[in-house]
């Protein structure tokens, strides 16, 4: 990634077509109005799997949003929906206190796990939206990969009242790992043939598109009337996973989830025979991992 000074901000206007690119938020939003007993268990059956292959979050990213929200050693972090605790680790080992929050039971076991060192992080199996507000307590709320879940109507009023005077919202992302180009051009027909309602975004989609849905998040901030100075970044990193952790990592996707087990199956043992058959084990993926910090108002 290089140095994080020297990282570089888009704009709206530096991408091609921004009104006109497809968002994978609005294809979540029918994920987003799921009702709040199906979300907590929606990552149920893949929760190990999430654990597993789902990318961290690089430390110098994690770095560069720790000194913008201007974070003390004694900082005190709300972090909403932790899942595993993929993003809750390296901060804790930084010494923060913290309290995440996962509603699913499977993710909140495995993060109590991973945290078990860590006697200042406290995981509660609950949801944000039922969570008992503890008012301006909190120097961070944390959403990793997270925050798209929530109803924003509920998320930024609910996250502003937890934060103390000029506390800061944090939210981090990873994209989906993505084949090379050619390598996708491998597997598209089996997509056609057998989960066309599989979007982009889930298999392979361009950078553009993502990010011009990072700069759509940057305006719901600013939108929301509770958070300014908002200040977003990204990088792009690049990954090596065998066709097993491919599959697993798909598995973990909103999208395949939501297929029937039988479709999912047949999808996965097509997409195994082809990708070993062209690419053997090793696959080359690159993510994009961006971050937005904007400071309570």
Avoid at 11 to 23: R, V
Avoid at 189 to 217: C, M, N, W
Avoid at 279 to 295: E, T, W
């Amino acid at each position: 990634m290089g140095d994080l000074s020297d990282l570089q901000s888009i704009t709206a206007s530096e991408i091609e077509n921004y009104a006109d690119l497809k968002s994978w938020t609005e294809v979540l939003k029918d994920y987003v109005g799921k009702t709040l007993e199906s979300k907590k268990t929606w990552y149920s059956a893949v929760a190990n799997a999430y654990n597993r292959v789902r990318p961290r979050y690089p430390q110098e990213i994690i770095t560069r949003t720790i000194a913008i929200a201007q974070l003390h050693n004694s900082a005190k972090i709300l972090e909403i929906g932790c899942g595993p605790a993929i993003a809750t680790i390296p901060l804790a080992e930084l010494g923060f206190s913290m309290i995440s929050l996962e509603p699913n039971w499977e993710a909140s076991k495995i993060a109590k796990l991973n945290c078990a060192t860590y006697p200042q992080v406290q995981i509660i199996n609950t949801s944000f939206e039922e969570w008992d507000l503890i008012e301006n307590q909190f120097d961070a709320v944390l959403a990793a990969t997270s925050w798209h879940w929530l109803d924003p109507a509920i998320a930024y009023r609910k996250s502003a009242a937890a934060l103390k005077a000029a506390g800061h919202l944090i939210l981090l992302w990873n994209t989906p790992p993505q084949l090379d180009p050619a390598t996708y051009q491998l597997v598209d027909s089996v997509y056609q043939a057998l989960a066309p309602e599989i979007p982009l975004y889930a298999r392979h989609e361009g950078r553009e598109t993502h990010q011009a849905d990072f700069l759509k998040f940057s305006e719901s901030i600013i939108n929301s009337g509770y958070f300014a100075n908002v200040k977003y970044d990204h990088s792009i990193h690049n990954v090596t996973y065998s066709v097993e952790e491919y599959l697993l990592l798909l598995s973990t996707l909103s999208p395949y989830i939501a297929l029937a087990e039988e479709k999912r199956t047949h999808l996965f043992a097509n997409l195994q025979e082809i990708l070993r058959q062209h690419r053997g084990d090793h696959l080359k993926l690159s993510f994009i991992s961006a971050f937005h910090v904007a400071r309570k108002i």
